[in-house]
């Protein structure tokens, strides 16, 4: 082993440094400032080079982590880029926004005691280190084959399933309704988590290898799935997970109670320079119901669009919270407060039906024994009811999937009972021949690491199934 690892005793984990508060509070750039090489080659050494690391057990992708720490820690980072690249699609993305504390980072064998090595933050020095010395280089496309593949969703899964079967030499098109690629990277992930530049110039090197994206194109209204069936040689469904839960208290349909996605697709747009009229928090009081991290997304979001007055109305404590701790400590800095073990109990709003919301009426809640999954259950406490103000309410309270079989005019498609759609999970194939799915629409809303995943994987299934395709019409010929 490298004499220049195993240094967890000598040397303090230490994360990129994070703007002041109230700069960060201003704009929607990224929070934390870069590694420079010497801090990022040190945190790197302090990694033990572990016989069976749990890290890379832990990470979604089986990223090489030890290999790569070890190469940045002797200064070798084209070589550590190259470790890094083998295994994901978009390292320095997941570098950026995977809960590590949840993945690599929480199971790192150092962890207790010591702290973790920074994984992620090392992971996103060494691929932003290779775009800017052009060691990204432009895709190899293999040899065509004269086959062709179609791509429904231009999120993670897509775009990694397009990568890898553009390697393999298969005509690739992604068709996606939005006009720009990326997915929720692009327009539901706040640019102060994840700026946009740096999925676009992803994007960019897939279109620059052939890749040819139709955007604006939604599939169910431009054509349907039997019209992409007939045109391609295999089809991919990656669409996501977009029908957004609703509020279930009286008086939840007032005006400008809003969708968590509505309102960070808004924010998002802006950013690219567009005008969208509405959904915007400045000066307003917000109120944001839910506790995973969209919803910390929406409060970090209204802070920065200069709401009056941002809380989180969520019905578990801090402990049993879904989202990371990591982002509620970023949103408690910038000025959030959240409002523990509450539920809204009724809306107020201004006058009758249609008209605007006013406040909320919170109602309080224990915790009692916890159910099947280990959580606490909530249960209202009869006696504590009081009211907040509100002219702004975003539902941040979880996504399902839309009913595709109907909008795909597919009522053939097989789907479970939460709408996904239902796989041979072997072949990740649906019950249609030939038509594959990946990402959120399978799993129900997840994480872009296992995006990634399921777009890598699926891409093999579908170069096995189209390889056998064309032995099989060759041996009838
Ligand atoms: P998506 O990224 O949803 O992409 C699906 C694409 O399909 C979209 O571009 C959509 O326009 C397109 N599409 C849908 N229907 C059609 C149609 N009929 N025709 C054509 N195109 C269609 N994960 C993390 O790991 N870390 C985070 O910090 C994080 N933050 C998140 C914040 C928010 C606000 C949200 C909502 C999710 C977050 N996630 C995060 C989860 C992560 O973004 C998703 O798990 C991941 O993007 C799923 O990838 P996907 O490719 O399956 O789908
Ligand atoms: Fe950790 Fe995510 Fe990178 Fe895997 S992909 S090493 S889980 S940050
Ligand atoms: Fe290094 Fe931690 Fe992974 Fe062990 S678990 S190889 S110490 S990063």
């Not at 799935?225 to 669409?239: E, G, P």
């Not at 997304?297 to 019905?315: E, F, H, I, P, W």
């Not at 919301?357 to 099947?372: F, N």
């Not at 809303?445 to 189209?466: E, F, K, P, T, Y």
């Amino acid at each position: 082993m490298a004499s220049t690892m195993l240094r967890f005793t000598g040397v303090d984990q230490a994360y990129p440094s994070k703007r002041a508060a109230d700069a960060r509070a201003d704009d929607f750039l990224e929070i934390a400032r870069p590694y420079l090489i010497a801090k990022a080659e040190e945190q790197a050494s302090r990694c033990s080079q572990c016989g069976v690391p749990f890290c890379q057990v832990h990470c979604p992708l089986h990223n090489n982590i030890p290999d790569w720490l070890r190469l940045t820690a002797e200064g070798r980072l084209e070589e550590a880029y190259e470790a890094s690249a083998a295994t994901s699609s978009m390292p320095e993305i997941c570098g950026r926004i995977c809960p590590q504390d949840r993945l690599c980072e929480g199971n790192c064998v150092i962890e207790p005691g010591f702290g973790a090595v920074t994984i992620g933050s090392v992971e996103k020095f060494i691929t932003d280190t290779a775009w800017d010395n052009g060691w990204v280089k432009p895709l190899r496309v293999g040899r065509s084959r004269g086959q062709s593949v179609g791509i429904v969703g231009a999120g993670p899964a897509g775009l990694t399933a397009a990568e890898m079967l553009r390697g393999k030499g298969y005509d690739v098109a992604v068709y996606d309704r939005h006009d720009r690629a990326g997915g929720l990277l692009t327009y539901g992930i706040p640019g102060f988590k994840l700026e946009k530049d740096i999925v676009a110039r992803r994007v960019d090197r897939l279109a620059a290898a052939g890749i040819v994206f139709h955007l604006g194109f939604e599939v169910g209204r431009d054509a349907s799935l039997d019209d992409l069936r007939a045109k391609h040689d295999a089809v991919l469904i990656a669409t996501g997970v977009y029908a957004a839960r609703e509020l279930t208290a009286p008086g939840a349909d007032a005006a400008e109670i809003v969708p968590a996605l509505d309102f960070l697709f808004a924010s998002n747009r802006r950013g690219f320079g567009e005008t969208v009229a509405g959904l915007d928090a400045s000066g307003r009081h917000v109120v944001v119901v839910g506790g995973g991290d969209t919803a910390m997304d929406c409060v970090r979001t209204a802070v920065r669009q200069g709401a009056k007055s941002v809380k989180c109305l969520y019905r578990r404590d801090r402990d049993n919270m879904p989202g990371s701790p990591r982002e509620v400590a970023h949103a408690e800095e910038e000025g959030v407060e959240f409002v523990w073990l509450s539920a809204p109990a009724a809306f107020k709003s201004s006058g009758g039906v249609g008209d605007t919301v006013t406040g909320v009426h919170i109602q309080r809640m224990r915790l009692g024994p916890a159910d099947a999954s280990g959580r606490r259950t909530p249960e209202a406490d009869p006696h504590a009811v009081e009211h907040i103000p509100a002219d702004l309410v975003i539902k941040a309270l979880g996504y399902d999937a839309e009913d595709l079989p109907k909008n795909f005019a597919a009522p053939d498609l097989a789907v479970t009972r939460w709408g996904t759609l239902r796989l041979d999970h072997m072949a990740m194939m649906t019950n249609l021949p030939g038509v594959f799915a990946a990402g959120d629409i399978v799993r129900g809303a997840s994480l872009v690491v296992w995006a990634i995943r399921d777009g890598r994987d699926v891409a093999s299934a579908m170069h096995g199934w189209l390889t056998t395709k064309v032995a099989a019409v060759r041996v009838a010929a």
